[in-house]
């Protein structure tokens, strides 16, 4: 139905990308985003040592006999991660496209290109996304303002963001933040990128992962319910709106605050096995972009990429023609 630089380079069937999302990007969710003809990401965080990653690719190779990546994300972490490990598991197993987020990809780069592996790499400016093309990346990811998780400090929402990096770049971008329809596909296109990058819409389907609760959370929420957190300590990063966000934004406000002041209530574990794992909406922080407001319901990836690509269709044959006069 659409074909671009970035179907061609991939080889994947549909022009959505489902990015690696920590505790949600595992077998049973990438495998029907696969099925579906999109490009989705196990992420190799999620497993707690790289052979448990490698069972987790081959459970993957199980569910789907389509492409399928895995993202490794850089961070500076209390408790060193074996990032080197991580990267081989992903090479020795046979994995072609990567997704590089956090930090600077270059130490990876080399191995990643002798193997042959394509590397999409997450960007929240063009100077990263300019700088992430001079590193040999195959595509770039960029994060606009709406987006969940980390949007950076400069806060160009994906109309100012996604263009931008269209024209500094010469490789395709994958436009990310805020898009969970058919009409944002259409939008990102026409703004210049090849593909979109779904997270929150990904996490309202049948196959996620995760609690009921959280995704019918999801269905219920308004674009008004997410909430900005570490402004302060110069790491935003955009959540969902409960007790556990407001509560960190308030303490993280105050005078002299620094993050170990809210550590304990931004404790990923918590948010993995009290919302993600027990449906506690309020059990900790999770995250979700302001998406949420375009999300009327949980369905199956199929459901979801199918009724994306339709729509999407659907406005450009029939709903902007209507609009060009003779």
């Not at 389509?66 to 994995?95: C, H, M, S, W």
């Not at 990809?105 to 592996?117: I, L, R």
């Not at 001079?134 to 303002?145: C, P, T």
């Amino acid at each position: 139905m659409f074909t671009n630089a970035f179907t061609q380079i991939f080889g994947i069937e549909h022009p959505i990308v489902c990015g690696g999302m920590t505790a949600v990007g595992t077998a049973d969710l990438i495998s029907a985003v696969a099925n579906a003809g999109a490009l989705g990401f196990l992420t190799a965080l999620t497993q707690s040592t790289p052979e448990a990653l490698v069972k987790e690719i081959a459970r993957c190779r199980d569910l789907t006999d389509k492409p399928f990546g895995v993202n490794l994300t850089i961070l500076p972490t209390i408790n060193p991660v074996p990032y080197d490990e991580y990267r081989d598991a992903i090479i020795d197993n046979g994995i072609r496209i990567v997704e590089t987020a956090g930090g600077n990809p270059e130490p990876h780069m080399e191995a990643f290109k002798a193997a042959g592996v394509k590397v999409i790499h997450k960007a929240v400016t063009v100077r990263h996304a300019v700088k992430a093309e001079r590193l040999g990346v195959d595509a770039v990811s960029i994060d606009g303002f709406e987006c969940a998780g980390h949007p950076g400090e400069d806060d160009v929402s994906g109309l100012v963001l996604i263009p931008a990096a269209a024209r500094a770049l010469s490789i395709p971008v994958i436009a990310s933040g805020g898009i969970a329809t058919g009409a944002g596909l259409v939008a990102a296109l026409a703004l210049g990128a090849s593909a979109v990058n779904m997270g929150t819409r990904f996490m309202a389907t049948t196959e996620a992962p995760i609690h009921d609760n959280v995704k019918q959370q999801i269905v219920n929420h308004t674009e008004r319910d997410t909430v900005l957190v570490f402004r302060e300590f110069h790491n935003t990063a955009r959540v969902a709106r409960n007790s556990i966000s407001e509560e960190i934004a308030a303490i993280s406000r105050a005078p002299g605050a620094t993050f170990d002041d809210v550590a304990h209530l931004a404790s990923g574990a918590r948010g993995r096995e009290q919302v993600y794992g027990q449906g506690d909406l309020d059990g900790g922080l999770w995250w979700a972009s302001q998406a949420q407001g375009l999300i009327n319901e949980v369905a199956s990836c199929e459901e979801v990429v199918s009724t994306i690509l339709v729509e999407a269709q659907q406005i450009i044959t029939q709903a902007l023609p209507q609009q060009i006069t003779a």
